[in-house]
């Protein structure tokens, strides 16, 4: 989990979390108005109008806060909040002699809270920021728990009422650690989701060629050597059949470069959804396509001829012209004469080159 955290930490990019933290921070402030509001409502119940100032104030102070999100300002709102959260701590200490366990509340709100506003900023920024919360923390928990702790209040107040902002105030805290660590854990699991699939567009380019969406060449001699593996040590068959487009270049200098990509798209279309589930396709370079099949060679010739003749029947028309294809192909199987994929290869690209020296728009079985 943690080595998944960093990688999104060296990833990170601030157009992509301006929406997010957005509606994050407006929904927190419209969360901390909620919870002033009803603050100030305790105030006047309980007769402390000091107090109830301060909360009015800062229920102004958040709606306020509020128009400043379109500008940007997060991590200057988020500053102005955390002093904010300070005061109300210290407050509720020196009025009401009110602990609300400073200790959580800010251990859970720096790294939840503060973690999506800071990505966007330097690496310095980021350590500065977070030493001094913990810098101010460490001596507001000090301050309370140590120096002045228990019930030390300016004011003297009912016990029902040190019961009541104590309940409403941890409650508070609870709900508001809670809404932060779902941002923090949503924008995450958002994260990793973009991080998949920006592997998952990586890796079609790295694996498929571009033009005709096939496997290239580097990708299926990683699938022929893993196969031809599986027939040296468990003896399934291995076949390939290499195609080769009949005068290819005769349609490229006849009817131009885009009518010949045309051929190859429209080509590979049609042999794609003609192939097997588990045999693999692959554009090996030029007009050229390999098969490779874990099926005997016999099988892998009628595959072969199968193919030949969709492509010979198939109208290829391109800006209303009709271009005449036909493609020839070589089938080879492995065999015990045959060392490695190479030699596999070069017995299929033979006959190949025997099958289009005696006409063409053929198939020829090694």
Not at 66 to 88: G, K
Not at 105 to 125: A, D, V
Request: charged letters at 15%; glycine letters at 4%; proline letters at 3%.
């Amino acid at each position: 989990m943690l080595k998944k955290i960093q990688e999104i930490y060296f990833k990170r990019s601030p157009s992509m979390l301006l929406s997010a933290v957005d509606f994050q921070m407006k929904f927190l402030l419209g969360y901390a108005a909620v919870v002033h509001l009803g603050l100030s409502v305790l105030s006047v119940i309980f007769s402390l109008p000091v107090m109830f100032v301060y909360y009015l104030a800062t229920l102004i102070l958040f709606i306020v806060f509020a128009s400043f999100i379109d500008s940007r300002r997060f991590i200057v709102i988020y500053c102005l909040t955390y002093v904010e959260i300070l005061l109300h701590i210290h407050l509720c200490h020196l009025i009401i002699g009110l602990p609300i366990g400073i200790e959580l509340y800010y251990i859970m709100l720096i790294p939840t809270g503060s973690y999506i506003l800071l990505m966007p900023y330097s690496r310095l920024f980021q350590r500065i920021f977070v030493f001094l919360s913990l810098i101010i923390n460490a001596a507001s928990y000090i301050r309370i728990q140590v120096i002045h702790p228990g019930n030390s209040c300016v004011m003297k107040v009912p016990d029902f009422t040190h019961t009541v902002f104590s309940i409403y105030s941890i409650s508070m805290v609870f709900c508001m650690a809670a809404l932060q660590s779902y941002f923090f854990v949503r924008s995450i699991v958002a994260r990793f989701t973009d991080i998949r699939e920006e592997n998952a567009v990586l890796n079609l380019k790295a694996n498929h060629d571009a033009l005709t969406g096939l496997l290239n060449r580097h990708e299926m001699n990683i699938r022929l050597e893993q196969t031809f593996l599986l027939y040296q040590r468990q003896n399934i068959p291995c076949s390939v059949c290499i195609g080769d487009i009949d005068k290819f270049k005769s349609i490229n200098d006849t009817y131009g470069h885009n009518a010949g990509d045309y051929v190859l798209k429209t080509l590979a279309q049609l042999m794609q959804q003609n192939t097997r589930k588990g045999d693999f396709l692959g554009r090996w370079g030029g007009e050229e396509f390999v098969l490779l099949m874990q099926a005997d060679k016999t099988v892998c010739y009628t595959r072969a001829e199968h193919l030949r003749s969709l492509v010979e029947n198939h109208i290829f028309e391109y800006n209303g012209i009709i271009i005449p294809v036909t493609i020839t192909f070589g089938v080879a199987g492995a065999d015990i004469t045959m060392p490695d994929t190479s030699a596999l290869i070069d017995a299929a690209d033979k006959v190949l080159y025997e099958a289009k020296k005696n006409g063409r728009n053929r198939t020829i079985l090694k």
